[in-house]
């Protein structure tokens, strides 16, 4: 047996290889390089022999890989095990589906992985049955390709095509056009589009009702569909999986409580709106319940709707404009963040979410304030660092007195290092800003290895890096070969520029 660059640098077509059991990951990783041509012949075989799905199903996508790549390298290394590969590869195709797991990349991953092997010259009649049930399940992409790939050589090569397969391989075809044609209207909230996704849901296979469910549950559509996708849901049974039915079911599923308010009780009206704002009725019930939290002038309340404008699931869950509440929810932050906070910080840090994606130069005090403040809430200070960071992306001119509080914040060393390193990413990237230059190099230069790595890294973006050159490789001759994922990053960066 040899080995080629093709199957050195292959890993496999359909699962992880990840495995617990010692003989096995060694045998997968003997497959890999480094190693000998005894140990990738012996790895390859203990895979291939093994009872374990996974193991036998890479197998069988290396040889798949072999056959693909042999006209480059003069031959299969694998080819003496001709038979052996087809037996197996005939005893996955009769297992149940293997469900999506940490081993399968894909449902179905076993039978993708028979068909691929077999495809590859192993194909016989007897195998028209066994291809047959795969195609009737409708399966996921991969392995329809595959399936379909291998009933066109059964077809193709028959003197007698079976006319079972000759009509499953065109419904199959004909099933899938349909799911693209309702893919292609997701898109588009015009009623002649919608019309259309409503009579889809009346379709023969369940694959393009599904779909079209699916894209009744996006954006505003969903109100008005929402009773239409509940009944839909109940009658789909479980041998009908697809990522579209989980889309469907995550639509009808509550959405998040808050960010900093699930302790919070709540109790009549506003307990009703809370409801609405996670499982919203109509988009008219939806609007209220988050009008009424909002402007209810109770701290709990206030500060849920605060949550659900930031959360990219909440009040834009399904379409809605946050910009018409924009100028109304940026006041209310700032009242809340110019008086002491009144629920152990829980308010603040629901306000300074607020000033994350609205923030204006103006507010630059207010979020210098709550980066200098060191007797608050763990919460409020890592919310506060967030505000700084986005800040000064999105603004034109880097407010200096944010980037000063950001600079006391990572030299503070009674604060926990994972705040202060933070604080220094929220330097990246802003250019050649001198003020912001020279806290990212007094970071490199600290004495505390976490912060000098991340203010390394600061400096290795396009706009520095040739300026800190001769500091950036001082440091990496004194960091040690163990300095962490980070580090690489600088090292990487050096390298490559």
């Given amino acids: 047996m040899f080995m080629t660059v093709f199957l050195l640098e292959f890993q496999s077509w359909y699962w992880s290889g990840h495995f617990d059991d010692p003989e096995l990951r060694g045998a997968y990783e003997a497959m ?127 003197k007698v095509p079976d006319p079972r397969l000759s009509a499953l391989v065109a419904r199959v075809e004909a099933c899938f056009e349909r799911v693209e044609a309702v893919r292609a209207l997701r898109d588009s909230q015009d009623a002649e589009a919608t019309e259309r996704l409503v009579l889809a849901i009346e379709d023969d296979e369940w694959r393009v009702r599904q779909e079209a469910a699916a894209a009744l549950s996006l954006a ?41 308010w699930e302790e919070a009780e709540l109790d009549g009206e506003l307990l009703e709106s809370h409801r609405q704002l996670r499982t919203p009725t109509s988009e008219d019930a939806h609007r209220n319940a988050f009008c009424t939290m909002l402007r209810s002038g109770r701290t709990a309340a206030v500060g849920i709707a605060l949550d659900h404008y930031y959360l990219a699931d909440g009040l834009t869950r399904f379409g809605i404009d946050d910009g018409e509440y924009a100028a109304e929810v940026l006041a209310i932050a700032r009242r809340i963040l110019s008086r002491p906070s009144a ?27 709550a980066l200098r403040a060191r007797e608050t809430p763990a919460v409020v200070r890592e919310r506060a660092v967030d505000v700084a960071w ?88 004194s960091w040690p070969a163990d300095a962490g994922e980070r580090a690489a990053i600088v090292r990487k960066e050096l390298a490559d520029s």
């Fill in 32 to 158: 890999n390089e480094p190693t000998t041509t005894e140990e990738f012949g012996r790895g390859f075989l203990t895979l291939l022999r093994s009872d374990d799905t996974a193991a036998t199903g890479i197998a069988l996508d290396f040889y798949d890989r072999a056959e693909m790549t042999e006209r480059f390298v003069g031959g299969n290394p694998f080819e003496d095990y001709d038979e052996e590969v087809f037996q197996v590869a005939r005893e996955l195709l009769q297992q149940p589906p293997r469900p999506r797991d940490e081993q399968a990349k894909i449902e179905g991953a076993n039978h993708a992985s028979a068909l691929a092997a077999l495809s590859r010259h192993g194909l016989t009649e007897e195998d028209t049955d066994a291809i047959i049930q795969v195609l009737d399940r409708m399966p996921a992409v991969s392995l329809r390709e595959r399936a379909l790939d291998a009933a066109r050589v059964l077809l193709e090569d028959s």
């Fill in 220 to 260: 505003r559509r969903f109100y008005a569909h929402r009773p239409l996708l509940e009944g839909l849901v109940e009658t789909w049974p479980d041998g009908e999986r697809s990522d579209a039915a989980d889309e469907v079911r995550e639509a009808l599923a509550e959405g998040p409580h808050s960010l900093h």
């Fill in 343 to 369: 629920s152990a910080g829980a308010d603040h840090a629901s306000a300074l979410g607020i000033l994350e994606v609205l923030g204006e130069p103006e507010d630059a005090e207010t979020i210098v304030a």
């Fill in 390 to 477: 986005e800040c000064l992306e999105r603004w034109e001119t880097p407010g200096e007195k944010i980037v000063a509080a950001l600079e006391d914040l990572i030299f503070d060393g009674s604060l926990d290092m994972e705040l202060r390193t933070r604080a220094v990413n929220a330097l990246f990237g802003l250019g050649p800003v001198p003020r912001v230059t020279a806290v990212l190099a007094r970071a490199a230069r600290s004495d505390e290895l976490p912060i000098q790595v991340e203010g390394a890294i600061g400096l290795t973006f396009r706009d520095l890096i040739d300026e800190h050159r001769s500091l950036l490789r001082e440091l990496i001759s």
